[in-house]
Every structure is written in structure tokens, then in C-alpha cells.
């Protein structure tokens, strides 16, 4: 599975990086070919980040608050009758399910932008 998933971020990248790489238009190849693996591993690598921040619960923070603030609100006082909801942050965090952590979009954009930046450098 987790092959397969490396596989697929490995393909994304690539793709999007021939896509660039091809509607760039006439130029030096040398920088259309590190603009394409920048942009290439910026597919990849936004959406690791996401899972990353996701992992480790930075995304808790904000649902706790709001629904925090949903319940003050006047609006919403029937959906929190059965006072079902955690008191505090930390026993919210302790009733929500571990988010796994996926290593592959980080891997693949970060090679392939670490790769554009060497390129860039030796360039220059």
C-alpha cells in the first residue's frame, strides 16, 4: 500500500512537472527543467504538509474552539443538550482517533524541490 502510494505521488509530480515543462514554452532548457521539478514537487509536498499538520493535531485546536463557540451560541443550544462534548481541550484530543502519519508526498517534493534547488545553485 504504501508502495503503491509512492508510486502515485511519484507520478503526479512527474506529470505535472512534463505538463510545466512543455507549456513553458521556448526558453533555456535547463531552467524550464528546474521550474518543472519546482512546480512538480510543490504538488507533492502541499498536500504532505496538510497531512503532516494534520497528524500532529493542529487542526484539533481550530475544532475544538468552534465548536467551543458553537455552543454559546444561542442558535445551537438544542444540539448540545446531552452535554455529550469534552470540557477541555486535552479530553477532546484523548477522545479523537490518532490521524496516521504519510511520509510519501513529503519524500517525493521534497526530493524533487531539494533537486530544482541544486540544479539552480550549480546554474548560477
Known amino acids: 500500500n504504501n508502495k503503491k502510494r509512492l508510486l502515485i505521488y511519484i507520478s503526479v509530480s512527474l506529470l505535472t512537472g512534463l505538463c510545466w515543462f512543455l507549456i513553458s514554452g521556448p526558453g533555456h532548457y535547463l531552467l524550464r527543467l528546474i521550474?518543472?521539478?519546482?512546480?512538480?514537487?510543490?504538488?507533492?509536498?502541499?498536500?504532505?504538509?496538510?497531512?503532516?499538520?494534520?497528524?500532529?493535531?493542529?487542526?484539533?485546536?481550530?475544532i475544538y474552539s468552534f465548536g467551543l463557540l458553537r455552543s454559546y451560541s444561542k442558535h445551537f443550544e438544542d444540539e448540545h443538550e446531552d452535554d455529550s462534548r469534552p470540557v477541555d481541550y486535552h479530553g477532546f484530543k484523548l477522545s479523537?482517533?490518532?490521524?496516521?502519519?504519510?511520509?510519501?508526498?513529503l519524500i517525493v517534493g521534497g526530493m524533487m524541490i531539494i533537486i530544482s534547488f541544486l540544479l539552480s545553485a550549480i546554474i548560477s
Do not use: M, W
Open 35 to 62: 521550474n518543472a521539478l519546482f512546480i512538480g514537487g510543490l504538488f507533492s509536498l502541499t498536500p504532505g504538509l496538510i497531512c503532516y499538520i494534520r497528524h500532529i493535531g493542529l487542526f484539533d485546536i481550530f
Open 96 to 105: 479523537r482517533k490518532p490521524v496516521p502519519l504519510q511520509p510519501e508526498p
